[in-house]
């Protein structure tokens, strides 16, 4: 599903040259779950915005479903990741000013998604989360569990393919972290989503299957992870 | 998608009313002045262009030079008109036009007003006018003398619920005329007034004196040609030329005057005709184009308002963009979505702003002298004009936020991380410096407008215009009834002396050619001419200089004795005063001459727009008095005006009593500065009004913006006054730079302006600095608050805020 080859992304500080990721090469196939974690700095949201699109790598090649985003125009891309990659973040980013329900409908009005067929989305979503009578809330109405819980089921309702969430638990108390967190691996298990995560915490990494350690931009670290494979 | 955004931009609204207070009142204000201005000059730029063959319709003028200098007047002689018609085969057709002196006493009965549009025209009217006849015969309406052709609301006026047609009214008590047409009533943008079209061929009676039509050389009447299609109008010019050549070359020639012919476009004579004798007081070009600019940079200012607290927001519109870009959203649909807002906003300050001009049109008016209305004609044009500049509004306002924005990669905005792009702080800064330049350059000329007017108010004519009554004699046989009227008028206790004269400042004066005695064959020279009664000078408070002024002990006075004002006797290379008095002047061509027995000082008696012109003042008969002066007391003014009034009523009851102050009456000759003044006044109250709104929505957001800032010097041990000091101090550079781009170009162009004034002040880096202290001060006040308030905030606060 993705190939990364020799990713570098890099700074220009004055005349010197600063890295955040340094030839990186990965694959990640379909239904896989993994966990990126290291420490701050080490390039870790970087590469999840790379894998996203949302950013550029300087140099090196990345495929998406063998299409080599590198290459292809901003429109294409954004085409891409509309259709393929739902994004979950660590400050939830849902639209101040518009309500729960307006804010799970957004994505579907870039994707010009007819009016019904918004609505019932909208609603199985709402439906599904539990949320149906907060729809009509502001996000600043809402705790911050519940904010994320929107922003996943925002992530969601495209029906992506892939699912980046940068550090989704890092601003939840733990028991609203543990929601979150099995929301993903339902996902994972049961619809085959492909979850790509940025964590600092070996509990939140425990629960995906594969976990990749960033040190200064380099791959220090890829492995099966030992209690997921157990699990198993 | 476009409920979402909608339901954004209104929520926007409801979170930050005072940012959507400032917007929404600032642009609504702004397209307010606007709009007022646009219809302004839409009707300025209207005027007789209702004149269905208006492209080739023409008035014929006169231009030339005589010994005196230059001339150029929009009259023409009587004979004229129908004698260029016979020869001249590219004049389709041609039409003599006699507005009246004054205005005309017009009676039906009891009814009697004075009019104004009693205008005498040939029956060609209907050819070349388009003039809507609604009842009468075309052809015969205008044939006979004493026909009258009258308008809607005149029939309305003088015929209630009856049928006018072949009713009499009456002309100043004498004349009757019997109505034979209605028409429709013409348009307000129109170079002359005509509510009654009276047939021309009534003057070949007396009205003017006898044989009127057949003068060739009186300049006193205003002829108009419709041409053929395709004619030339420089051949007809030609044509009209070798026509005044043949007629009165010969009489020109005695007097030295050389005259040609020019064709002036109907639709062009309301702005660009200035001529001697124009009928009504005409617009200027000018004062099209210097408001239109005003309207421009109003509105360019509160656009600016909106950018710059659309950008000052960027960033926190900037992690939406994230967001939204995250969601799948491309560029372009964010560049609708901020357009779209800003749509909204300027819509709806659209709405506030129809509001506004409702509210101030009657003050406009008043102030500019105009009609204008809502609801007038071009309603569907003016509801266009109405939404393009919502549109364009909008557009310009919304465009630098929604490229702006819409152009950062989602990671970058997401991060919130332009708050310190330097570029987007460059444009906010000169845009305010834009602002305040506008502002000052328009206070400026305001204030240079007013102090040139005090400055006239105030300035010595060289007469005393104050407790000067002015009643008008408008007809031959009340001014036969003068004497009698005078004598009652003199024997009330608060009068202090009556006169009459023919001229008088304020009103009409005419030029008389005037030659001593021993100058050369045809030398001579153009003098404000003065038929006045005794007392003229004690009344008006002129002093004698040299000899001594008409005296009713000197019954040869009122004979051919002469009295000139200093500027004559310069006039006539005399040296001084002294040697004037005794030498003897004569009217050329008449038989009128009479001794210099007084030299008095000079007075302006027209604008100070005209230089000061040799005059002569001689007493003569009181058919030539067209007004008394009276003066009072100070402190009687209104028991004498009812006592004038009740000896009026008692010699004159068939006629009605007309009055003025002559302070006011000179007061007139400055309208159009006084309206420029007031324009000009009004409108930068505006654009500094909308300046600062906008100033101090980016003072409160610059204070949010440096809330960490402050934080730090506080705790670094700054005071509070040093934190004001420092958050001032960068709009008072802003306004000082704009002080500087400003004041030059206001400078050179009131410059300009003062320079149509012979007599101007000189305005010096005194009133400049004052004003742009005055900027400066308003401004400092308007971010005051934020400031302050900044300055108070509990630094702790501050620094948890990151």
């Not at chain 2, 009707?43 to 209702?50: A, N, T």
């Not at chain 2, 395709?230 to 007629?247: F, H, L, N, P, S």
């Not at chain 2, 005090?454 to 004519?461: A, E, H, I, Q, V």
């Amino acid at each position: 599903m993705i190939r990364l080859d020799k990713i570098t992304k890099s700074y220009l500080h004055g005349f010197n040259r600063s890295f955040i990721l340094r030839n990186i090469s990965l694959d990640v196939q379909e239904g896989e779950f993994v966990s990126i974690m290291g420490p701050s700095g080490s390039g870790k949201s970087t590469l999840l915005h790379i894998l996203g699109m949302l950013n550029e790598p300087s140099t090196g090649e990345y495929f998406f479903f063998d299409q080599p985003v590198h290459k292809i125009s901003e429109r294409k891309r954004t085409d891409l990741h509309r259709e393929y990659i739902g994004f979950v973040f660590q400050a939830y980013h849902l639209i101040d000013d518009l309500t729960v329900y307006e804010n799970l409908e957004t994505p579907l009005l870039y994707k010009k998604v007819k009016g019904s067929e918004r609505k019932s989305m909208v609603a199985e979503m709402l439906d599904r989360f539990n949320m149906v009578a907060k729809k009509d809330l502001f996000p600043s109405q809402l705790s911050g569990g519940q904010q994320q819980l929107v922003g996943v089921a925002r992530a969601l309702i495209m029906q992506p393919k892939l699912i980046l969430a940068d550090e989704p638990t890092g601003n939840l108390h733990t028991s609203h972290g543990e929601i979150v967190m099995d929301w993903f691996r339902k996902l994972n298990q049961e619809d085959g989503v492909t979850i790509i995560q940025v964590t600092h915490s070996e509990h939140w990494a425990s629960y995906g299957k594969r976990v990749i350690e960033l040190v200064d931009g380099r791959v220090e670290r890829d492995e099966l992870n030992p209690t997921q494979a157990s699990a198993e | 998608m476009f409920k979402n955004y909608l339901s954004i931009a209104l929520r926007l609204i409801q979170r930050q009313p005072g940012y959507a207070f400032i917007n929404i009142v600032g642009l609504a204000v702004g397209m307010a002045a606007f709009f007022v201005i646009t219809l302004f000059i839409t009707d300025e730029l209207s005027y007789d262009s209702h004149h269905e063959n208006s492209d080739r319709l023409y008035r014929i003028a006169v231009e030339g030079t005589t010994r005196n200098g230059e001339m150029r007047t929009a009259m023409t002689a009587p004979s004229w008109g129908p004698e260029l018609q016979d020869e001249i085969p590219e004049l389709e057709s041609v039409v003599r036009m006699r507005p009246p002196n004054q205005m005309w006493l017009v009676a039906k009965d009891n009814l009697k007003f004075f009019e104004k549009g009693f205008v005498f025209v040939d029956s060609t009217a209907f050819d070349v006018f388009s003039f809507d006849l609604v009842r009468g015969a075309r052809e015969s309406a205008l044939a006979a003398p004493f026909s009258v052709v009258i308008t809607e609301s005149m029939a309305a006026k003088y015929f209630p619920g009856q049928d006018p047609i072949g009713k009499q009214l009456r002309l100043d008590n004498a004349f009757d005329f019997s109505v034979t047409g209605i028409i429709r009533d013409l348009p307000a943008q129109s170079h002359f007034k005509a509510d009654f079209l009276a047939s021309l061929t009534t003057l070949d009676t007396p009205i003017y004196g006898p044989q009127f039509l057949q003068q060739n050389l009186n300049f006193a009447m205003y002829t108009y040609a419709l041409l053929s299609p395709g004619a030339k109008t420089a051949e007809v010019e030609g044509k009209i030329d070798e026509y005044i050549v043949r007629t009165v070359g010969p009489q020109l020639e005695s007097v030295g005057a050389v005259l040609t012919s020019f064709l002036q476009p109907i639709e062009s004579i309301h702005l660009e005709s200035h001529l001697d004798n124009e009928i009504l007081p005409n617009g200027s070009m000018g004062t099209v184009w210097s408001l239109s600019a005003i309207a421009l940079f109003i509105l360019l200012i509160a656009c600016i308002n909106y950018m710059n607290l659309a950008t000052a927001r960027s960033a926190s519109r900037s992690r939406e963009v994230g967001i939204r870009k995250v969601l799948g959203a491309e560029r372009q649909q964010l560049i609708g979505q901020f357009l779209g807002e800003s749509f909204i906003l300027s819509f709806l300050a659209m709405l506030l702003a129809v509001g506004i001009v409702l509210l101030i049109l009657p003050s406009f008016n008043s102030a500019a002298g105009t009609n204008l209305s809502l609801i007038s004609g071009g309603m569907v044009a003016g509801a266009g004009i109405f939404l393009g500049a919502a549109l364009v509004c909008g557009f310009v306002a919304g465009s630098y936020p929604a490229f702006f924005l819409s152009a950062f990669s989602p990671a970058v905005a997401l991060k919130g991380g332009i708050v310190g792009m330097k570029g987007n702080g460059l444009l906010r800064k000169g845009l305010v410096v834009f602002q305040f330049g506008t502002s000052i350059a328009l206070i400026l000329a305001t204030v240079v407008v007013f102090q040139q007017l005090s400055f006239t108010r105030d300035m010595d004519l060289g007469f005393d215009r104050e407790q000067v009554l002015v009643v008008q004699l408008t007809d031959p046989s009340v001014r036969t009834l003068y004497p009698m009227f005078r004598d009652r008028v003199a024997e009330i206790p608060s009068v202090v002396s009556v006169t009459a004269s023919s001229a008088a400042p304020g009103f009409f004066i005419q030029n008389r050619l005037v030659a001593p005695d021993d100058a050369p064959q045809d030398e001579n020279s153009l003098l404000q001419g003065f038929a006045t009664d005794f007392d003229f000078f004690t009344t008006l408070g002129i002093d004698t200089v040299a000899g001594r002024v008409h005296d009713k002990a000197h019954p040869s006075d009122s004979l051919g004795a002469f009295v000139i004002n200093e500027a004559a006797v310069k006039e006539f290379g005399w040296g001084t005063n002294e040697v004037a008095i005794g030498r003897r002047l004569a009217f050329p061509g008449g038989n009128a001459s009479g001794e210099i027995i007084g030299v008095i000082e000079n007075f302006h008696a027209e604008s100070l727009h005209e230089p000061l012109e040799p005059a002569i003042f001689t007493v003569l008969d009181p058919q030539t008095y067209l007004y008394v002066l009276i003066r009072v007391e100070a402190g009687s003014t209104r028991d004498a005006i009812t006592e004038v009034e009740s000896i009026w009523q008692s010699i004159y009851p068939a006629y009605i009593y007309q009055y003025s102050f002559l302070d006011e009456d000179v007061n007139r000759m400055y309208a159009s500065d006084i309206t420029l003044g007031r324009l000009f006044g009004g409108f930068s109250f505006l654009t500094i009004l909308i300046a600062c709104l906008g100033l101090f929505g980016l003072a409160s957001f610059t204070a949010e913006q440096r809330t960490k800032e402050i934080g730090v010097r506080k705790v670094m041990g700054a005071s509070e006054s040093e934190i004001v000091f420092l958050l001032s101090k960068d709009f008072a550079k802003y306004v000082g730079i704009a002080f500087l781009l400003a004041s030059p170009l206001a400078w050179i162009g009131m410059n300009k302006w003062l320079d149509t004034f012979n007599y101007r002040i000189e305005f010096g880096i005194g009133t400049i600095v004052l004003v742009g202290l005055g900027v400066l001060l308003v401004s400092l006040i308007t971010v005051a608050y934020q400031t302050v308030k900044a300055s108070l905030a509990n630094p702790v606060d501050a620094l948890k805020y990151e």
